[in-house]
């Protein structure tokens, strides 16, 4: 089990930009693949983006690539969402999500650990 800290979300205004992290316990961060997902009111969960634990396999929904960039620091217990050119279609709050599997990130919302969430909200 590993905890998650959300930080970094708030409001932006169309073009914008944010970067969230995401703060990880535990002494085995490294073993866990990470992603976000993100949920907006009235929505169901969905994915976002993911890293292998290894960094060597980066993946995103098509709708943020080109925008945003996940990132990890494997010393900070850390991963990033680097979120650029922010549309209001990006409001929703923002999950950071851990499993030792990263084909559970990017298939499935079933991970095994989930942080709070964190409010990202994009103005016109």
């Known amino acids: 089990q590993v905890q998650l800290v959300e930080s970094g979300g708030g409001l932006v205004q169309a073009g914008g930009s944010l970067r969230l992290s995401c703060a990880a316990s535990?002494?085995?961060?490294?073993?866990?693949?990470m992603g976000w997902f993100r949920q907006a009111p009235g929505k169901e969960r969905e994915f976002v983006a993911a890293i292998s634990r290894s960094v060597n396999n980066i993946y995103y929904v098509d709708s943020v690539k080109g925008r945003f960039t996940i990132s990890r620091d494997n010393a900070k217990n850390t991963v990033y969402l680097q979120m650029n050119s922010l549309k209001p279609e990006d409001t929703a709050v923002y999950y950071c999500a851990a499993d030792p599997q990263t084909i559970i990130l990017i298939t499935t919302t079933r991970a095994q650990n989930w942080g709070q969430g964190t409010q990202v909200t994009v103005s016109s």
């Open positions: 535990g002494r085995t961060f490294s073993s866990y693949a």
